[in-house]
């Protein structure tokens, strides 16, 4: 397999839908083997695995949820031993969350945390286990870890926390020669932005989504998965061998 990641072997955590699935495509398309995780999507995991192993390259796809830490270990494993090694890590799985002050429950709060934030920090420590020199690791932020939205600090805190992971992971890794960086999308058309679209609009603006997204940003749409996927794959990529411990904001220009 030719392209820049030819021989790289990629985990990517969510991989089967949304985001994760257009960073798995683009990975194995830059030429790495990749094994995509799923929680509750497994036919479209098996899906585009089944594609393109049969356009002659190697993907596979493991169960787990990432809000239990014992599976992302078995994660690692199993996709460290389905892929001979590990060279990058994507971690992707998330949930949106919205809910005002009185109504969020510590149960809430645990959940979005376990699977945003805590998931994230144990996807590190179990990938990095089968890391070398050139590892390299992209963790997920949103841009609204950088913008007020009515009843969205759960979910907001819970990837400012990941930017703040990826900072400080920085330097024990480095010395490993594994880089770390946090990628924060803006709106991107997936599953989730579907749903929770509305929610983005303060309820007291007479406006629908659409009409916010055009007025908000600079570029005045939103995001391709494609294009978040393709700066996963620079920063995992040799071009961004001096780049660690940042947050890219690909969120079109919000303001
Ligand atoms: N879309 C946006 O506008 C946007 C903007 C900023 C940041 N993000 C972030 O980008 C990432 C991907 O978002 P998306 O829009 O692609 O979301 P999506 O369409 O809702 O897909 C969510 C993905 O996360 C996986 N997932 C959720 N909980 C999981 C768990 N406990 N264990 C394993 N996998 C789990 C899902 O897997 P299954 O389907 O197998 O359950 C699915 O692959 C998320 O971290 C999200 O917060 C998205």
Sequence with gaps: MSGRLAGRKALVTGGARGIGAAVARRLADDGADV???????????DALAAEFTADG???????ADVGDPDQIRRLADEAAEALGGLDILVS???VEYFGSLADVTPADFDRVFAINTRAQFFAVQNAARYMGEGG??????????????????????SKAAVECMALNLSPELGRRGITINAIAPG???TDMSADAASRYVHPDIDTDFNTLIRTSSSLGR???????AAVVSFLVSDDASFITGRTIQADGGWF
């Design 187 to 189: 709106g991107t058309v």
């Design 92 to 94: 992707n799985a998330g």
């Design 222 to 228: 939103m995001a391709q998965p494609s294009e978040i």
């Design 35 to 45: 094994a995509i995780n799923y929680r509750s999507s497994g036919d479209a995991a």
């Design 136 to 157: 390299r690791i992209v963790l997920t932020s949103s841009q609204s870890a950088h913008k007020a939205v009515f009843h969205h600090a759960l979910y907001a805190s």
């Design 57 to 63: 390259r190697h993907m596979v796809a493991i169960k």
